[in-house]
């Protein structure tokens, strides 16, 4: 067997042949963790379970082991790409608290856990460290059985209930709500803002500005603009903060999301002179303008 990795168990830079000797279920081909192993797995959360959920011994605060035996630390950290619980664990079967998001969905709807994420994670992390028994052998095992279940059966959305090993003890499912956890922080509404773009045209050229050095899409070419702001642009502010004076007609509005506020911007075209503007043929203004400023452009042009 050559050097491979072993995929589908978070272990992906690690070679089979450093694991397989100590994981023979996972088979010399890397194969993904079988079901037995979620269900082996869940024989010892629930026995977990039943002894209460203070932090076992030879854990920290974190869950995390207090020493690693052996050359687990000196190696654990040598392996790239996976966090040192993971490594501690999977590699060496070392009580460590492996929580990622899969562990988390697990345990936000075994406890029904109320606290919404981020701010529930440290619950979370107690939570699980509860189940880890550090006399056991098959720290690996168990934690990749947790991951596994939550990826393949407390999925996102709508879990597998009627196939999941902890459904009896699932006080999420308990209150029929499996679905609705774990919770999370709404996302405050992205801020709208209104602005106004102008192209000026001259002889079939369109002037274009340079923003300035500081700020968003600071000193890059542009079509002229007025400030961006929380409510829309009458046509008499638009007359008065023209780059020029001209008989501006409205050609229509476009829309661009940034990744803090969304924007609306009314685009106005005329024949004007602009000071100290950079004129370009208008079949090739919009080449290296900002996105927000070339979909402007074409909706004047158009």
């Given at each position: 067997?050559?050097?491979?990795s072993?995929?589908?168990?978070h272990?992906?830079?690690?070679?089979v042949?450093?694991?397989?000797?100590?994981?023979?279920?996972?088979?010399?081909?890397?194969?993904?963790?079988?079901?037995?192993?979620?269900?082996?797995?869940?024989?010892?959360?629930?026995?977990?379970?039943?002894?209460?959920?203070?932090?076992?011994?030879?854990?920290?605060?974190?869950?995390?082991?207090?020493?690693?035996?052996?050359?687990g630390?000196a190696?654990?950290?040598?392996?790239?790409?996976q966090?040192?619980a993971?490594?501690?664990?999977?590699?060496?079967?070392?009580p460590?608290?492996?929580?990622d998001?899969?562990?988390?969905?697990?345990?936000?709807?075994?406890?029904?856990?109320?606290?919404?994420?981020?701010?529930?994670?440290?619950?979370?992390?107690r939570?699980?460290?509860?189940?880890?028994?550090?006399?056991?052998?098959?720290?690996?095992?168990?934690?990749?059985?947790l991951?596994?279940l939550?990826a393949?059966?407390?999925?996102?959305?709508?879990?597998?209930?009627?196939?999941?090993?902890?459904a009896?003890?699932?006080?999420?499912?308990?209150?029929?709500t499996?679905?609705?956890?774990?919770?999370?922080?709404?996302?405050a509404?992205?801020?709208?803002r209104?602005?106004?773009?102008?192209?000026?045209?001259?002889?079939?050229?369109?002037?274009?500005?340079r923003?300035?050095?500081?700020?968003?899409?600071?000193?890059?070419?542009a079509?002229?603009?007025?400030?961006?702001?929380?409510?829309p642009?009458?046509?008499?502010?638009?007359?008065?903060?023209?780059p020029?004076?001209?008989d501006?007609?409205?050609?229509?509005?476009?829309?661009?999301?940034?990744?803090?506020f969304s924007?609306?911007?009314?685009?106005?075209?005329?024949?004007a002179?602009?000071?100290?503007?950079?004129?370009r043929?208008?079949?090739?203004?919009?080449?290296?303008?900002?996105?927000?400023?070339a979909?402007?452009?074409?909706?004047?042009?158009?």
């Amino acid at each position: 067997m050559g050097r491979r990795s072993v995929p589908n168990v978070h272990l992906a830079p690690i070679e089979v042949a450093r694991i397989a000797p100590r994981h023979p279920a996972l088979g010399v081909e890397g194969e993904q963790v079988k079901p037995a192993m979620v269900e082996q797995g869940a024989d010892t959360v629930m026995a977990g379970k039943d002894r209460g959920h203070g932090l076992p011994r030879g854990l920290d605060a974190d869950g995390q082991p207090q020493r690693c035996m052996g050359q687990g630390p000196a190696v654990m950290h040598g392996l790239p790409g996976q966090p040192d619980a993971q490594r501690a664990a999977i590699a060496f079967d070392q009580p460590a608290n492996v929580v990622d998001g899969n562990v988390e969905r697990v345990m936000a709807r075994l406890f029904a856990i109320e606290t919404p994420l981020p701010a529930a994670k440290t619950e979370i992390r107690r939570r699980a460290a509860g189940f880890i028994d550090p006399m056991s052998d098959r720290h690996g095992d168990w934690a990749q059985a947790l991951m596994d279940l939550g990826a393949t059966v407390c999925r996102p959305g709508v879990p597998d209930c009627e196939a999941c090993p902890l459904a009896q003890g699932c006080a999420a499912r308990a209150a029929g709500t499996p679905g609705r956890y774990p919770l999370k922080v709404r996302k405050a509404a992205r801020p709208h803002r209104h602005g106004v773009v102008w192209i000026a045209l001259r002889e079939g050229a369109v002037a274009l500005v340079r923003r300035p050095d500081k700020g968003l899409l600071g000193g890059m070419m542009a079509l002229p603009t007025s400030d961006w702001r929380d409510r829309p642009w009458s046509l008499s502010e638009m007359r008065a903060c023209a780059p020029a004076k001209a008989d501006w007609h409205l050609a229509g509005s476009v829309e661009h999301v940034f990744t803090h506020f969304s924007l609306t911007l009314d685009v106005y075209v005329g024949e004007a002179e602009v000071p100290g503007a950079e004129w370009r043929l208008a079949s090739d203004a919009g080449t290296g303008l900002p996105t927000v400023f070339a979909k402007a452009l074409q909706r004047g042009l158009a």
